[in-house]
């Protein structure tokens, strides 16, 4: 019976690590084809698909079975996402220009911050010039402070196609921004990590509050609480029946009053009484109302 059982033990595990395996593996597709759609369209197109990333995000990781913390989750994903495609990008302009760039020293010209905008950043720019009197090609460099005067000599890298912004040497390494996109990258597979430790066994048991049998001997002998578990389930539906409610709504119940059920299936019984089994911010209790911020699933 034993060498039976364990063909098909190893099957369940393969199939819960291919969960999470594909999880990660879209969230890296997303992040690379998000990254290689961002220059090409603008918000009205790459804004739904955030929405969509974000929503197909959350219905995976539920499947994971931590349901609890998967909207959350699912949110700090696509922000790190977000963060990463950007940072990318960035790094992307300065790679690009250190590939096709020519090195070129330039004067400056003309020099203006941006127009005020709120609290936004005023950022310097400057109008360059060769030293044959021809304009450095492309939009004017750009820095976050006043670092070069009228008439000032400065070295930079000037994209031929003028399509880049000119940037000195400094300014083009792009050693941060691929060390950060790559950091975002990996919170973000981390986040999928975590969610699938939640939803190990070891996690399940300790969410669902239910004492080994062991456990449950020594509490009925020291409380004198010898119910049975039908009789606990028909105590749970009187509770739910008669408790008031507090000022947020919740009828909040004790899980230790009902030693021998599951948040599982008080989530049941609670939903055979028209309620559902709150899942987030109990700290120790098991909480029943209509509608719920994240519902417990129930047998």
């Known amino acids: 019976m034993r060498s039976a059982e364990r063909p098909n033990s190893l099957a369940v595990v393969s199939v819960a690590a291919l969960l999470p395996l594909s999880i990660g593996c879209y969230l890296l597709a997303a992040i690379v084809g998000l990254f290689l759609l961002a220059d090409d369209?603008?918000?009205?197109?790459?804004?739904?698909?955030?929405?969509?990333h974000g929503v197909l995000l959350a219905l995976l990781i539920r499947k994971l079975g931590a349901k609890e913390s998967s909207t959350y989750t699912a949110l700090f994903i696509v922000i790190t996402s977000l963060m990463s495609v950007y940072v990318a990008t960035m790094a992307r302009d300065d790679l690009t220009l250190q590939q096709r760039g020519e090195k070129v020293t330039a004067t400056v010209v003309t020099k203006w911050r941006d127009p005020a905008e709120g609290r936004k950043a005023r950022d310097y720019n400057y109008a360059l010039d060769r030293q044959n009197g021809t304009r450095v090609p492309g939009p004017a460099m750009k820095t976050p402070s006043?670092?070069?005067?009228?008439?000032?000599?400065?070295?930079?890298?000037?994209?031929?196609?003028?399509?880049?912004?000119?940037?000195?040497?400094?300014?083009?390494?792009?050693?941060?921004?691929?060390?950060?996109?790559?950091?975002?990258?990996?919170?973000?597979?981390?986040?999928?990590?975590?969610?699938?430790?939640?939803?190990?066994?070891?996690?399940?048991?300790?969410?669902?509050?239910?004492?080994?049998a062991?456990?449950?001997?020594?509490?009925?002998?020291?409380?004198?609480?010898?119910?049975?578990?039908?009789?606990?389930?028909?105590?749970?539906?009187?509770?739910?029946?008669?408790?008031?409610?507090?000022?947020?709504?919740?009828?909040?119940?004790?899980?230790?009053?009902?030693?021998?059920?599951?948040?599982?299936r008080a989530a049941r019984i609670g939903w055979e009484a028209g309620l559902r089994a709150e899942a987030t911010g109990n700290r120790g209790s098991w909480r029943f109302k209509e509608t719920v911020i994240e519902e417990v699933p129930h047998d």
């Open 41 to 52: 369209f603008g918000p009205a197109l790459l804004v739904p698909l955030w929405i969509v």
């Open 146 to 212: 006043d670092r070069y005067d009228i008439g000032q000599k400065v070295t930079v890298l000037e994209d031929p196609r003028g399509e880049l912004r000119p940037r000195t040497p400094g300014q083009a390494d792009a050693t941060g921004e691929v060390i950060g996109s790559g950091a975002f990258a990996l919170a973000a597979l981390g986040a999928v990590g975590w969610m699938t430790w939640r939803a190990s066994d070891a996690a399940r048991r300790r969410d669902d509050r239910k004492p080994s």
């Open 214 to 264: 062991g456990m449950r001997t020594v509490y009925k002998a020291v409380t004198g609480n010898h119910t049975t578990r039908d009789e606990q389930e028909e105590s749970l539906r009187e509770a739910l029946r008669t408790y008031p409610a507090d000022r947020r709504g919740y009828i909040k119940v004790q899980p230790e009053d009902y030693p021998d059920l599951t948040q599982h």
